[in-house]
């Protein structure tokens, strides 16, 4: 399960998307997510989708990887699916048994809140899975950087993000080691319903905490002992430039949101 976990990997392969400027595909992903919420219809839905397939075609990264990466988010899925499926108030009731109601609106809000929360991991995989941790750290600063005149922390921020998205697959494999040593020894992670299976990941949380407390300070030593500064002073060896790819994925990204706006129109 840990393993398809594809949020804060990235995929090295000289692609399109790869070669756009960071400051673009962030940006684009930011537009596309806040599309996906506009969305009224399962039309909508279907739009983002394709434009997502044909985004993971340009980038060379298999779709059945990029899909392979909810597998391990399915829990909180199939969670946000039944909270909003039967304690969600309407008046077209379905079924009901007992205190449990089922209305037409509960299944539409299941639904959309499910599908939003699915294409908003696919939308930032697939911006990690092109965008080397240094590019997005740079890429965030540089967004940022008009706001230092207000004493905003551009480069710390961006650092902490980068970090933590490049740590989320590391620590990842760190909790897989952890729980096939307790597996070895016995416990069971299995068997049993929902509630028994997360109460038995209960054991995995302190020495998993316990180690990413000591990478973060490795990391602090490793990169005071290197002098580190932040941004000040700071060149870069490669300087980020807009092309003409970047306004043709940039042209792409609006022709979908025109079209989820003209999908709520006709809804």
């Known amino acids: 399960m840990m393993k398809n976990?594809?949020?804060?990997?990235?995929?090295?392969?000289?692609?399109?998307?790869?070669r756009l400027d960071p400051r673009m595909k962030l940006i684009l992903t930011v537009v596309m997510i806040v599309a996906v919420f506009m969305v009224q219809g399962l039309l909508g839905y279907a739009l983002v989708l394709g434009f997502v397939y044909l985004a993971s075609k340009k980038a060379s990264i298999p779709f059945k990887m990029l899909l392979g990466g909810?597998?391990?988010?399915?829990?909180?899925?199939?969670?946000?699916?039944?909270?909003?499926?039967?304690?969600?108030?309407?008046?077209?009731?379905?079924v009901k048994l007992g205190f449990i109601t089922l209305t037409m609106e509960g299944v539409s809000t299941a639904v959309h809140y499910t599908?939003?929360?699915?294409?908003?991991?696919?939308?930032?995989?697939?911006?990690?899975?092109?965008?080397?941790?240094?590019?997005?750290?740079?890429?965030?600063?540089?967004?940022?950087?008009?706001?230092?005149?207000?004493?905003?922390?551009?480069?710390?921020?961006?650092?902490?993000m980068t970090i933590a998205l490049r740590f989320i697959p590391t620590l990842l494999?760190?909790?897989?080691?952890?729980?096939?040593?307790?597996?070895?020894?016995?416990?069971?992670?299995?068997?049993?319903?929902?509630?028994?299976?997360?109460?038995?990941?209960?054991?995995?949380?302190?020495?998993?905490?316990?180690?990413?407390?000591?990478r973060a300070g490795d990391l602090a030593m490793a990169m005071e002992s290197r002098c580190y500064r932040g941004g000040e002073n700071r060149t870069r060896l490669r300087v980020l430039k807009i092309t003409k790819n970047d306004y043709l994925a940039a042209a792409a990204v609006c022709a979908l949101v025109l079209l989820i706006a003209a999908e709520g129109l006709i809804l």
């Open 5 to 18: 976990m594809t949020m804060g990997q990235f995929y090295p392969v000289d692609s399109f998307v790869h």
């Open 70 to 94: 909810l597998r391990p988010l399915r829990f909180i899925l199939i969670l946000t699916f039944v909270i909003n499926l039967f304690f969600n108030s309407g008046t077209n009731v379905l």
């Open 115 to 160: 599908l939003r929360l699915a294409f908003l991991v696919l939308g930032t995989s697939l911006l990690t899975l092109t965008t080397s941790p240094v590019s997005l750290a740079d890429a965030i600063e540089l967004l940022f950087s008009p706001l230092r005149r207000f004493h905003f922390p551009a480069h710390e921020l961006a650092m902490m």
């Open 173 to 214: 494999e760190e909790a897989d080691k952890i729980m096939k040593a307790q597996m070895a020894r016995g416990a069971d992670f299995e068997s049993g319903n929902l509630i028994a299976r997360a109460r038995a990941m209960v054991p995995l949380l302190v020495p998993l905490f316990v180690s990413a407390f000591r």
